[in-house]
C-alpha cells in the first residue's frame, strides 16, 4: 500500500518507515527554491508520514529560512534566545564539558501552549556527535485511533490545559538550573499563563485524529478535578509512548528533519557528554486546534 501510494511522486523519492510513520526524502535540492509541484510532493509527504528526513542537504541559514518560508510563515519562539541577527533562528548547542541536561530531554510537542501552536518544527545537524542524540517521536495518530470506540467517545468533548510553566516558568526547571548551558533559555512569568486546546485534534490537511497532549506542557484537564486530570492524562501518556507508535530517528550531520507537530510529540536523547553537538532550528506558524 505504502508502495504504491509513494510511486504517485512525480520528482521526489519517499522512503517510510515500516510503520509508515517516519521517511527519508530524496531526490531534492532544498538550497534552492522549490518549484510549486515538487513543494507539493514534500507537504504531502510531510502530511502522510509526521517525520521526514532530508540527508545530505548542505544548507546555509539563508536556505534554511527560505525553506521554512516555503512551508509557511515562521512561527514564535518564546523562551529561547535566538541567533544574533537571526530572530527566526534558534542554534541548539552542547558543548562537550556541559553538566546540563540536554535540551528537550521530556516528551513534547513543540509549543502546544500557544493559541496557534507551530505546524512544523525543522531542524538542521550541522555538528552530529559519534554517540547518543537520537530523537524519539510518538505517532499520535495510531496512539489515538488505538483507543477503544468507549474512550475515544469520553475524550471528543474534553478540552486539555496547557502551559509552558514547569520547564520555563518563575518556578521552572530552567529557573531551578545550576549547571551552565551554552542555550540561552528565559523564564518568564509569561510561561505560567494557560491556554486550552482540544484533547483530540484533528488534522488540517488528513483529518486524522490524534492527542494533542503532552507530559511537559499539559498539566491538566478542564472540568475535571486535579486527581482525574492526573489519572486520566497518566494512562494516555503511557499508553503514546508504547514501542508501536515510537519512531527513533539516528541523525547524520548535514541532515535536515522536519515534523507535524500537530499530530506527533517527540523527544530527544542525550548520551553524547564530551562531544559537540550543534544543530539549528526553525518552526512553520500553525492554525488554532480544532
Keep these: ?18 510503520s ?19 513543494l507539493d510532493e514534500v507537504k504531502a509527504a510531510w502530511a502522510r508520514h509526521g517525520v521526514v528526513a532530508f540527508p545530505d542537504q548542505p544548507l546555509s541559514l539563508d536556505a534554511l529560512e527560505a525553506f521554512t518560508l516555503e512551508m509557511g510563515g515562521f512561527g514564535h519562539d518564546p523562551f529561547i534566545k535566538p541567533m544574533p541577527g537571526r530572530p527566526n533562528v534558534l542554534e541548539l548547542r552542547r558543548e562537550p564539558d556541559e553538566k546540563a541536561t540536554n535540551f528537550g ?38 496512539a489515538y485511533a488505538a483507543l477503544s470506540p468507549t474512550m475515544q467517545t469520553m ?3 474534553l478540552k486539555a490545559i496547557h502551559s509552558a510553566a514547569r520547564p520555563y516558568g ?3 526547571s530552567f529557573a531551578k538550573e545550576t549547571a551552565q548551558r551554552t542555550m540561552q ?17 484533528t488534522h488540517p490537511v488528513t483529518g486524522r485524529k490524534a492527542l494533542f497532549i503532552s507530559p511537559v506542557y499539559t498539566v491538566g484537564v478542564e472540568g475535571l478535578t486535579e486527581p482525574e486530570s ?10 503514546m509512548v508504547q514501542d508501536q507508535f515510537i519512531y527513533r530517528h539516528q541523525w547524520k550531520a ?14 530527544a536523547e542525550g548520551g553524547y557528554d564530551g562531544h559537540l553537538r550543534l544543530m539549528h532550528r526553525t518552526t512553520v506558524a500553525g492554525d488554532a486546534p480544532v
Excluded at 508502495?3 to 518507515?17: H, L, M, N, T
Excluded at 533559555?185 to 485534534?201: N, W, Y
Design 105 to 142: 530531554a521530556g516528551w513534547h510537542s513543540d509549543w502546544s501552549f500557544q493559541d496557534q501552536p507551530p505546524a512544523a518544527t525543522l531542524l538542521r545537524s550541522e555538528v552530529t556527535p559519534p554517540v547518543g542524540g537520537d530523537t524519539l517521536f510518538c505517532d499520535c495518530a495510531r
Design 170 to 172: 518563575t518556578q521552572g
Design 230 to 239: 492526573e489519572a486520566l492524562l497518566g494512562f494516555l501518556f503511557k499508553h
Design 185 to 201: 533559555i528565559i523564564t518568564s512569568t509569561e510561561a505560567e499563563k494557560t491556554r486550552t486546546h482540544p484533547l483530540v485534534r
Design 155 to 157: 475524550l471528543a468533548p
Design 1 to 18: 500500500m505504502l508502495k504504491e501510494a509513494d510511486s504517485a511522486y512525480g520528482v521526489i523519492r519517499v522512503a517510510p518507515q515500516p
Design 254 to 267: 548535514g541532515m535536515l528533519l522536519m515534523w507535524d507537530n500537530r499530530c506527533t510529540m517527540h523527544l
Design 20 to 38: 509508515g510513520f517516519g521517511a527519508e526524502i530524496t531526490g531534492v535540492d532544498l538550497s534552492r527554491p522549490l518549484p510549486a509541484p515538487v
